[in-house]
């Protein structure tokens, strides 16, 4: 029987931890939900960077096609295109997304010593599910919510719960506490749009004048297909088998 284990919040990521585990990494509003989106969308792979400057300096070395997205606290960065799916659904295709978030991004990075990393949302959490009870039955699944700013967040808790959920439709696992807890959060709390719309993030966003419609995509549960896999040898999340080993 595999174990799966919840991390609240990126900053409790003890990286040594992770050897020889499955890490699922979400940040709902909104890295991992752009990531998502964006390869569902066409774009051949994400490059999730820790910062806006290591994004500029992959920038200027990369020599295919690319497009260039980030926040910083919220806010879109000067020269960057915002890292929102709207935004960018009519410009990634056949492209590669570099991405720098304040929080999702941030967490893959300090999630790279999992021997398998993926991301995951509420968009592709079905077929993240059906991924992980595939191809890593027996395993410890550690799943880590972003948070933001070194505080636990609402949605990529209900996001973990989303993805209990599914695992345990088709899959044997023994829970952590974290893990069950986030499971009754999400079978309780009502629809995913309501609380994305009411946690402190989502609230905030749309009172600094966010399109309520970019929450609401996000929203969205089991609409793609996609699994997004991290190569750590590239350091891109593509689609398929690329996880990191």
Known sequence: MGKIEVIFKKEDIHP????????????????????????????????????????????????????????????????????????????????????????????????QQAAHLYASSLLNNPATARHLNESHSGETIVIICSGSSGLYTMEDFYGAGSLVHYMQQNGNWELSDGALTSLHFYKGSGSARTVLRSCRIGGWLMKYGLDPAEIDFAAQEGIYETVLAYDRNTGQVKEGHYASS
């Open 16 to 111: 040594e931890k992770l050897a020889g585990k499955t890490a699922v990494v979400f940040d709902v509003l909104f890295a991992t939900s752009t990531m998502t989106a964006a390869i569902a969308d066409g774009a051949l792979s994400v490059l999730p960077v820790y910062s806006p400057e290591e994004a500029g300096k992959t920038a200027e070395v990369f020599d295919e096609p690319f497009l260039l997205a980030g926040e910083d606290q919220g806010r879109t960065i000067d020269g960057f295109h915002p890292p929102l799916r709207n935004q960018l659904k009519e410009l990634v295709a056949g492209k590669h997304l570099i991405l720098t978030t304040t929080n999702g991004t941030v967490a893959l990075h300090k999630a």
